[in-house]
């Protein structure tokens, strides 16, 4: 990419930022495709905004009610809404299922009147006292029932949101001890619960959010391949699927790009969390790209180069403000994460792939490296 082309990029990363949806493919139409980013739609989850508690801290921001910060949604450029069922329904234990549906059909219509759609619906089974010892594979039988039931209200607040699709990210599902649960008997156990589901509503689809631990020691489906895995023990393993988040594969030891063309080979990437990771941490959800913009540039092309987005899938953020940011500018993390995908979606576009096809063939995997790493210093 030239100089001048740069700065044209700039520019309409600029005006990109101001519009959202229709307007982005107009935009793009009448930029003869240039910016092209009009295929991907974007969401986020009401926990991204947040008061900046961390375990050894309390909250240094205010907090923003729901209603607020779902008006914050289309000025940051975003279209779409990822819940967990309490996000939706507050404290929806102690309401009747009728009364769940009822207040689930509600924040549909005020989604509406913000312009706005429900990606999906996350079951949150790891804060109540009951799931201390985990949800779907605790040693309790009742505990067990108490996460198939709530699941199955899971269901129920997706189809009042007029989303098929399910998040199961199985917080504390797996050991802070080895000893303490059967590993086989556990995975049978993960089996039944999403039985349970895929057989309560034949429309929904289920993407597992793999993660390897925190909080716990070890999880049973720590990566994407034992999502996969697990999916083909299910009754119905077309409607079993995966969200990857980058930082999950990153702790996993994995490269979260490669995790997302191991999905994409088997139709299987419905939702993805972008965001970034320094090293083997707690799993930190920084900025997209706020680490390693190479690994980042990977996840947007891999995406783009096998139409990631065509059938409906939305490009997720699960991105944590920094502690250190005051409230005025406590949404930054999203929006930057945003600009910095559309922007390396543009160096994606803008390679010359007929080179990079030579240099391969030619396997002269140096000026390759070469030929990434100036076009992501904005030279060629
Ligand atoms: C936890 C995590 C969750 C899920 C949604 O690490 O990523 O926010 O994405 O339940
Ligand atoms: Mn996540």
């Known amino acids: 990419m030239g100089r001048c082309a740069a700065v044209q990029v700039v520019k309409i990363d600029e005006e990109m930022g101001k519009c959202s949806g229709q307007e982005l493919k107009f935009f793009n139409f009448i930029n003869g495709g240039v910016a092209m980013a009009g ?50 329904v507050p404290d929806l234990d102690s309401l009747s299922r009728n009364e769940v549906i009822e207040q689930a059909k509600a924040v549909r219509n005020t989604l509406k009147d913000h312009g706005l759609e429900a990606e999906f619906v996350a ?10 010892d985990g949800a779907y594979t605790a040693n309790d039988p009742e505990v067990r029932r108490y996460a198939r039931e709530r699941s199955r209200l899971s269901l129920d607040i997706a189809e009042a949101l007029d989303t098929d699709l399910i998040v199961l990210w199985l917080a ?3 050991t802070y001890i080895r000893e303490s649960k059967d590993s086989k008997t556990a995975t049978d156990h993960l089996v039944e619960a999403i039985n349970g589901m895929l057989n309560a509503n034949p429309d929904i689809r289920i993407a597992i959010e793999p993660k390897p631990n925190e909080p716990m020691d070890h999880a049973f489906l720590p990566t994407t391949g034992h999502a996969l895995a697990i999916a083909a023990l299910t009754d119905d393993p077309d409607r079993v699927g995966v969200n990857i988040e980058s930082a999950h594969a990153i702790l996993a030891g994995m490269d979260p790009s490669d995790e997302m063309g191991f999905a994409l080979a088997f139709d299987k990437l419905w939702s993805v969390h972008l965001n970034d990771q320094n090293g083997l941490k ?34 997720g953020l699960d991105v944590k403000a920094m502690r250190t940011q005051k409230d005025a500018v406590s949404t930054r993390h999203l929006s930057n994460s945003r600009e910095a995908f559309l922007a390396l979606l543009e160096v994606s576009r803008s390679l010359d792939q007929n080179r990079i096809d030579e240099l391969i063939a030619e396997r002269d995997y140096e000026a390759l490296d070469r030929l990434i790493i100036m076009a992501l210093l904005g030279r060629t």
């Not at 050894?56 to 069922?85: A, C, M």
């Not at 959800?285 to 059938?311: C, E, M, P, T, W």
Request: proline letters at 5%.
């Open 172 to 174: 504390r599902e797996g």
């Open 282 to 315: 707690f799993d930190q959800d920084k900025s997209f790209g706020s680490v390693d913009l190479r690994r980042a540039f990977n996840q947007v092309r891999i995406l783009d180069r096998h139409d990631y987005g065509k059938r409906g899938e939305w490009v």
């Open 39 to 88: 295929t991907f739609r974007f969401t986020f989850g009401p926990w991204n905004i947040h008061e900046g508690a961390d375990p050894f801290g309390p909250e240094v921001r205010s907090t923003i009610s729901f209603n607020d910060k779902l008006s914050l949604y289309k000025e940051l450029g975003f279209d779409g809404v990822q819940f967990h069922d309490d996000d939706a």
């Open 123 to 132: 079951p949150r089974l790891w804060e109540d006292p009951r799931t201390i």
